[in-house]
T-cell receptor, first 111, second 112 residues
Framework: QQQVKQSPQSLIVQKGGISIINCAYE??????FPWYQQFPGKGPALLIA?????SEKKEGRFTISFNKSAKQFSLHIMDSQPGDSATYFC??????????FGTGTSLTVIP | EPEVTQTPSHQVTQMGQEVILRCVPI?????FYWYRQILGQKVEFLVS????????KSEIFDDQFSVERPDGSNFTLKIRSTKLEDSAMYFC??????????FGPGTRLTVL
């Protein structure tokens, strides 16, 4: 059973463009939704996270939009840069227990 | 900035051998996790550990797996008798308050 569904699998964006990655979840008990960035050969690095009491959180060029009723959340990367090229994972957890990860999105930002 | 460290970075072992993967979580963190990632696939939960005991484990974490916090700083994952399908990247993570979890760089386990 896939607790968190992520799309698209891969994404190519021009430098300066907006990258948008979407995730959907099933379990309404989830209360913490982080996004992780992973470069090849490295561990996932926490990028930004949100709890369901807010609909949006912004940190620099990264924004999470959260739609509780639709059970969806998305990551927006504004002014995408080649250095943003990485794999992005959404995740969800309940009361800090195990994280359920999405299947990942490979982002390529072309100059 | 504090970070989670893991050793070794790469472990090669023969099928049936025991391996121990080591992690040093961030010092003031209380919750510890092991995850694994088979090449090209998503990150999968193995086990969480709090207050010197397992708080949650997945179906992957069977009798061949065990975790231990032998002292105040290390957190280890032991695989008693490795199988080919255990080949993966193993990530340790730690969390202060069951919120933000910080991952280590991983140990690549190759079982031959």
């Amino acid at each position: 059973q896939q607790q968190v569904k992520q799309s698209p699998q891969s994404l190519i964006v021009q430098k300066g463009g907006i990258s948008i990655i979407n995730c959907a979840y099933e379990n309404t008990a989830f209360d913490y939704f982080p996004w992780y960035q992973q470069f090849p050969g490295k561990g996932p690095a926490l990028l930004i996270a949100i709890r369901p009491d807010v609909s949006e959180k912004k940190e620099g060029r990264f924004t999470i939009s959260f739609n509780k009723s639709a059970k969806q959340f998305s990551l927006h990367i504004m002014d995408s840069q080649p250095g943003d090229s990485a794999t992005y994972f959404c995740a969800a957890s309940m009361s800090g227990n195990q994280f359920y990860f999405g299947t990942g999105t490979s982002l390529t930002v072309i100059p | 900035e504090p970070e989670v460290t893991q050793t070794p970075s790469h472990q090669v072992t023969q099928m049936g051998q025991e391996v121990i993967l080591r992690c040093v979580p961030i010092s003031n963190h209380l919750y510890f996790y092991w995850y694994r990632q088979i090449l090209g696939q998503k990150v999968e939960f193995l086990v969480s550990f709090y207050n010197n005991e397992i708080s949650e484990k997945s179906e992957i974490f069977d009798d061949q797996f065990s975790v231990e916090r032998p002292d105040g700083s290390n957190f280890t994952l032991k695989i008693r008798s490795t199988k080919l399908e255990d080949s993966a990247m193993y990530f340790c993570a730690s969390s202060k308050d069951r919120g933000e979890a910080f991952f280590g760089p991983g140990t690549r386990l190759t079982v031959l």
